[in-house]
């Protein structure tokens, strides 16, 4: 046996190393691919807090909206505009194409709304802008719960 | 080259509204908004410019908007190539697919047929 180890230990040597280098390369793999798991779970997070932030905003609006506080509810509303293009910017590779719609559309609801608050006071404003302020605090606050929604069920998924 | 890309859209739109694909819906009381694929959107308004007084002046408009909110270009008859009437069938078209005016009205011939 001990000639037998004397006579290959440059083979054996060898082959250990392989053994070696095999299992380095695996647990290097299922390190990796814990990391990438990691980040994922990280952002799926961190896009289900800015939709939370973004929801709490659209709520705090029709708030304003509903309480006549048309100059307090225009600021949001800009706030929210920039932060529906943040959000779809940001989270471009997370969110479905039909979630991107959505957001789309909600942004254009925001502009609708801060137009008409800036037309005219409130209470002067005509039927159809009513309706369609009336709209506006039904839909949006919803859409963005929903989104918000969406968001933590990835979270879910990835736990 | 601006006017012909903006003709070629323009041309595209109407086509495929008539075939009922693209996704107009209603945005307050008169304009309609369609989302294309999550990276742009269609405004169509029955007017061009709006007056002081926030009514609505000349025929129907048409406006591409990135998902960054910035407006790419806008469609109107004084783009050669497009004729008023034709921006004016785009939008009844698109109205009312957005309205579900055919169905609503079908819906409506079967509740008198059964009054």
């Not at chain 1, 070696?20 to 980040?39: D, H, M, T, Y």
């Amino acid at each position: 046996m001990q000639r037998l180890l004397s006579q290959n230990w440059g083979n054996i040597a060898s082959l250990a190393g392989l053994l070696f280098s095999f299992l380095a390369f695996v647990f290097s793999r299922r390190a990796s691919k814990a990391a990438q798991q990691a980040q994922d779970f990280a952002l799926t997070r961190s896009l289900g807090e800015d939709m939370n932030n973004a929801s709490k905003a659209a709520s705090e609006i029709t708030a304003y909206v509903r309480s006549e506080k048309a100059e307090a509810a225009t600021m949001r509303i800009s706030e929210l505009i920039s932060a529906t293009s943040y959000i779809i910017a940001r989270w471009d590779a997370k969110l479905s194409e039909s979630s991107k719609n959505r957001l789309l559309k909600i942004r254009e609801q925001l502009h609708l709304v801060h137009d008409l608050l800036a037309k005219a006071p409130m209470g002067e404003l005509g039927a159809r802008d009513k309706t369609a302020l009336a709209r506006f605090c039904r839909e949006v606050p919803t859409a963005f719960v929903e989104e918000y929604g969406i968001a933590l069920r990835e979270v879910d998924r990835k736990v | 080259m601006e006017n012909a890309q903006a003709l070629a859209l323009f041309e595209e739109i109407l086509a495929r509204t008539k075939e009922g694909r693209v996704p107009w819906e209603p945005l307050g009381s008169d304009t309609l908004l369609a989302a294309i694929k999550g990276k742009r959107s269609l405004l169509l308004m029955p007017y061009t410019t709006t007056d002081s007084w926030a009514n609505g002046r000349g025929g129907p408009s048409l406006t591409v908007k990135d998902s960054s909110d910035r407006e790419l270009l806008t469609v109107t008859s004084e783009i050669e190539g497009i004729r008023p009437e034709a921006l004016q069938e785009l939008y009844e078209a698109a109205r009312r697919q957005a309205f579900k005016v055919d169905e609503q009205v079908q819906d409506l011939l079967s509740d008198l047929r059964s009054l």
